[in-house]
């Protein structure tokens, strides 16, 4: 236990005079979680509308401005037609066409069903398909509202109603901010500890404490401790500025997510070790850490949801440690989970902390 | 009694066989300086016998511990001095020595009777991060961490590389007076005038010992006559002499050059007549006495251009 200490005391006082380093740690979450929540949105707002009024109708109108109102849209242009309209998307001028058809009011008030077709640009799938689906929704409350005013309805249509659990208002930022912890602990206490012993071999340091009787456990642990602690430090930098700049806190209790951050960090900082014990330069151990990285940051779910993944690759994130935390993050930041709900991950993650601890104390080798 | 007691010990790195079947023995209290050019293998021997190799075959018995079987025990019985620096450079001198010193769970003021000779030296310098200190200081600060655990055995690989001769000198002195303390010293080195601070040295090359013994005994082994021929041209001249019917051998040793012929009273002045002849060079040839890189030449039979 005292050579431990001593071996901390030394990583320490290394750390702490590095110019550089004790600011990036400080600098670095800072950022990321003042700038990435904002430019990081799924939420597509300005989305450029035009629309093709065939039909010259009060429902017509109505529907026009509605959706000119609407934050998400921008009416951009009102061609004759559809052929017009096609050319303007063409040239990147707008991203969905909407043609409200001839008749579509007359056809309303007979209470037949007409049909409003809408073309959404897919090239950016995801921006075309929201707007299609908020496109979507101001029509049925424009047609409920319209069917109302003129007595076809008794109360507005409630065609659609959506409710939406923990995330209330459906706020992109709240499902990414978990996520983006977890990624700032990925890449802080993976990629920091990938460098470590390898910086230790490529200056030629590693070769007097081989020929010293400090055991390998010691040696590892005295190089985890300190990217554990810096995982916490970071962690508690990020849930505070989660809850002053976006008012978000976990509606679960924080210790679950310190707990299961206190395994994970251990887990990504032995794999850096395992890189770094297996490496001979800094660029090897830079460039296999980035693919780990990689694979973490698309296959864990932090980015795309893993029931959207093909069967295959499902099976492959089991094996991808993050998966577990951000479930657990989101789990008990969103919905509040309790440690009953979220144990099945505490248990994977926890699997994973001992074996690559355990690879990591093997695979540091005194003796080549 | 044995300090170093190895067995054919063989190592090779793929294809490269780095150790071949050394076999030594080292007695304990003594200096042994194995000498040998670069790429001799000295270093793995070094490396093998502080226990950060493990040897292919063979085994080594060192300060009465297996390096195969008891290595662990065996790390907190000797000082290991890399042939690079390779201490931790943004510490200053006084935390690496606390740190090497804790790590072998002895304290400085304990042991500082064993260091002092060297690290007197650095006291000014305490609180200099070791990155700033210059070769000579590096050094010393290496020898010292090395020797704050009063190792048994203390491998010191190619110390005095990139000394200069007046800290040369100093080194001389310093391994003294740790010799005194009855600490056995195994250093490697490529120069050959460092044998005389040797007790006992090895010549080594393409991975085994050609030769041990003290340094007398080695030079009193050379039993051929040695001349050393003064000349302008030396290249010319040494072209010249291997082309002589009756050279044995010739190399360039400092600013002459050394001829051993086949006879062993050569006829000199016929020689004379030859260079003068094929190359237009006076030279002045004499009688000298074998150096241990005589020794060295010859048995090795490496002829350096």
Redesign the interface.
Known sequence: M??LS??LE?EF??FF??PFMPKMVIVFPVIIMLVIPLVANLDFKDINICIVDNDHSGYSRLLSDKISHSSYFVLKHTPQNYKEAKQLMDEQEVDIIIEIPYGFEKELIRNEIPQIPIVANAVNASKGASGASYLTQIITETTGEFAQNNGIADSPAELLSVHNLYNPTENYRHFMIPALMVMLIIIVCGALPALNIVKEKE????????????SKIMFTFGKLIPFWIMGMFILTIAIFIAKIVYGLSPAGSVWIVYANAFLFTLTISSLGLIISNYSNTMQQAMFIMFFFIMIFILMSGLLTPIESMPEFAQMITRFVPPRYFIEVMRSVYLKGSGIADVYPSFVWLGCFTIVLTAIAILSYR??? | MEAIKSENICKRFGTKVALNNVTFSVEKGCIFGIIGPDGAGKSTLLRTLSTLTTPDKGTAIVNGYDIKTEYKELRKHIGYMPEIFSLYQDLTVEENLEFYASIFNVSIQENYSVIEPVFCKLEPFRKRMAGKLSGGMKQKLALSCALIHQPDILFLDEPTRGVDPVSRKEFRDILTTIKARGITIVLSTSYMDEASMCDCIGFFNDGHFLQTGSPNEIISSFSKPIYSVRCLSKYKVLMASRQWEDTESCYINGDTIHIIFTQSIPDTYSFEKYILDTTNETIKISKTEPTIEDCFMTISNIQPQ
């Open positions: 005292n050579t001593f071996l030394k006082k290394q005079r590095d200056t030629g340091t590693i070769e007097q404490i081989n020929a010293t009787p400090v005194k003796r080549s």
